[in-house]
């Protein structure tokens, strides 16, 4: 299933994208796309039944706004240097150890929203990546199986970070990643069941309609499997909570001198295979 939520910021109904391409509203079965709903299998069972059956309310997407796939995240924990070519492109060695750092949730915003390039930015940067949303409680997973039965479904996400704010400033990489509006997720929430490999998605970028970012996630260090079971070592992952698993190579960061980074007035535009496309333009803060 395409599981989404529309409406204004803060109003949004949960609504599901049939197979046809057909917006349909869910808010008569369900209150939310949320961290409870991922956890109950009835629950999900009941909104399948009722898609196949094709009696769900039609929902106008005509100047419809498209808001975060899921409610009220828990925590958005994101992985560093997670592909070998965007090592590479930065100078660092692979990571012996998938590298950890968090977003606040309240950085996540609908896949076409406005991202805000924050007062003081100099280097303000783009990052496609795969996340991955928790729908079973997860501590200490022990075998790949076991991450991957705890996966909800994926969605697009867009890691935006602030060189300058990240690595200039002493500390951790968290000033660079949480400047509000930074962490643009969507447009669905894609069930597992429709993704059956994690690691063969194809996944782009542009900046101004120039190709920027082109991968795939076979190129990631540590797969998605294994990224879950290792998080899930160091701090309990919850239904609703989102694991953004890296970017391929084409960062500003690491392309040569002038490095292009936004600037208001910019349009990013991204994808995933089979995930949907975001887009999102860029204003001062």
């Not at 069941?193 to 990631?220: C, F, H, I, K, Y």
């Amino acid at each position: 299933m395409k599981l989404l939520r529309a409406g204004t910021a803060g109003a949004e109904r949960p609504a599901l994208l049939d197979a046809d391409g057909t917006l349909r509203d869910l808010s008569g079965l369900v209150p939310d796309i949320d961290g409870p709903l991922l956890a109950d299998d009835a629950a999900l069972d009941r909104i399948r039944v009722a898609a196949a059956a094709g009696g769900l309310p039609v929902l106008d997407a005509d100047g419809l706004r498209v808001g975060p796939p899921v409610a009220r995240v828990g925590k958005v924990v994101c992985i560093g240097l997670n592909y070998h070519d965007h090592a590479a492109e930065t100078g660092a060695e692979p990571p012996a150890e998938p590298v950890v750092f968090l977003k606040a949730a309240d950085t996540v915003v609908g896949p076409d929203d406005t991202v805000l390039v924050p007062r003081g930015s100099r280097k303000t940067d783009w990052e496609v990546e795969l996340a991955v949303v928790i729908g079973r409680t997860a501590r200490r997973v022990e075998t790949d199986e076991e991450a991957l039965a705890h996966v909800a479904g994926y969605a697009v996400a867009n890691d935006v970070s602030e060189r300058a704010f990240q690595t200039e400033h002493g500390g951790t990489w968290d000033k660079g990643k949480n400047c509000e509006t930074f962490c643009p997720l969507g447009p669905w929430l894609v069930t597992a069941d429709e993704v059956p490999d994690p690691q063969a998605l194809a996944l782009r970028l542009w900046v101004n309609g120039e190709l920027m970012q082109d991968g795939s996630t076979a190129d990631q260090i540590f797969p998605v499997a294994e990224v879950v079971r290792y998080v899930s070592r160091f701090m309990t992952l919850y239904p609703g909570d989102v694991i953004s698993t890296g970017t391929p190579a084409g960062v500003a960061l690491g392309r040569p001198e002038p490095k292009p980074y936004l600037r208001a007035g910019d349009v990013v535009e991204l994808e995933i295979e089979g995930l949907g496309r975001q887009r999102q333009v860029l204003k001062d803060a």
